[in-house]
């Protein structure tokens, strides 16, 4: 078989920009719009410094990292959704059916040809590296293209990240779709959760946290400007190293021992097990006589459940039965 000529993947590139721009149904302020605006619109969405106005809801939707995709599914929208891609881990079963209509682009970061590819007009991000200027799929290049794109607002946070974030962003994926009344639906669903945690936490004594996600000559734990931290305190806990400023940081074992935690919450994803984790934290020799070393009391999270998406308030009640499981009987 012969080889392609470089002249034809030169074209056919510039075939897919010219097709991805043409039919991007989400205006930036400061493109053209393209026919009459839709009923409800035009929406505009200030998101991490990007201000998009959008005359219509987007048509051919890719979402890239779990919570992303899970947001678009759990407001129905699988209809509007062309691609998606990197998951930590299972998709929720409620969302499964829809889920396996939509074509995955790749295991993780799709190729900005392979994204092109699938001719999106909008690309929603759940972490920064979605939209790595590096590998050429950064939000500039995606509006060059005519493509819109939208990323998590835990990824540029104003303040710390509470649930009024997670109501945020909810709501301003419905609004660009326009469907608010399917957030509304939904945040109310999500509420109900964190309001019977609330109700069985009534006048709990705080449980001291640590969280290890992971790291051998240091551990990455969970700082203060994350959703995770936000997580803990609902479940009745106190995140021991909630001061660092950002949402993740690295600290030392013998900072982890100085401090002392009563519950080690793991977050469990990628290549080292939970069970390889608990090894590591029982046999390190600073935290033998940390209290949950030496009792063995250990929380267990998946990584999608602790950044900002549907999932939190699920991640919050299973936290909860841990940290206090008396008040769950």
């Not at 410094?49 to 005359?55: A, D, E, L, S």
């Not at 992303?68 to 509007?80: F, P, Q």
């Not at 051998?216 to 479940?235: L, Y």
């Amino acid at each position: 078989m012969m080889g392609i000529r470089p002249e034809f993947l030169l074209s056919a590139l510039a075939a897919a920009l010219l097709v991805s721009g043409c039919g991007a149904p989400g205006a930036r302020e400061d493109a053209a719009p393209a026919g009459p605006a839709a009923e409800g619109f035009p929406v505009t969405v200030t998101n991490c410094g990007v201000r998009t106005t959008y005359q219509r809801p987007p048509q051919r939707a890719v979402s890239l990292n779990q919570h992303a995709t899970e947001v678009m599914l759990a407001l129905g929208l699988e209809k509007s959704m062309v691609g998606t891609g990197y998951l930590d881990d299972r998709i929720l079963p409620e969302y499964r059916p829809a889920y396996d209509r939509i074509e995955v682009l790749a295991e993780e970061y799709p190729s900005f040809e392979t994204l092109l590819s699938a001719e999106p007009d909008f690309v929603y991000g759940g972490f920064a590296s979605t939209f790595d200027e590096k590998e050429g799929r950064s939000r500039a290049a995606l509006a060059k293209a005519g493509i819109d794109s939208y990323l998590n607002v835990e990824e540029c946070p104003a303040g710390p990240v509470t649930m009024a974030a997670m109501d945020q962003e909810i709501r301003n994926v419905a609004r660009i779709f326009g469907v608010p009344e399917r957030a509304e639906r939904e945040l109310e669903r999500l509420h109900a959760v964190l309001d019977r945690v609330e109700d069985r936490l009534s006048g709990v004594k705080p449980v001291e946290v640590f969280v290890y996600d992971s790291g051998d000559k240091t551990a990455f734990t969970a700082g203060g400007a994350g959703v995770g931290n936000e997580m803990i305190r609902r479940a009745g806990g106190v995140n021991l190293f909630a001061d660092l400023d950002k949402a993740f940081g690295d600290v030392s074992f013998e900072q982890v021992a100085e401090r002392a935690p009563e519950v080690v919450v793991i977050y469990d994803y990628g290549d080292q097990s939970v069970e390889e984790k608990k090894r590591f934290l029982l046999a390190h020799p600073a935290l033998k006589d940390v209290p949950a070393i030496r009792d063995k009391r250990f929380a267990v999270l998946p990584l999608s459940s602790t950044v900002l998406g549907v999932r939190v308030p699920a991640g919050v009640d299973s936290l909860a039965r841990r940290l206090h499981p008396e008040r769950f009987k």
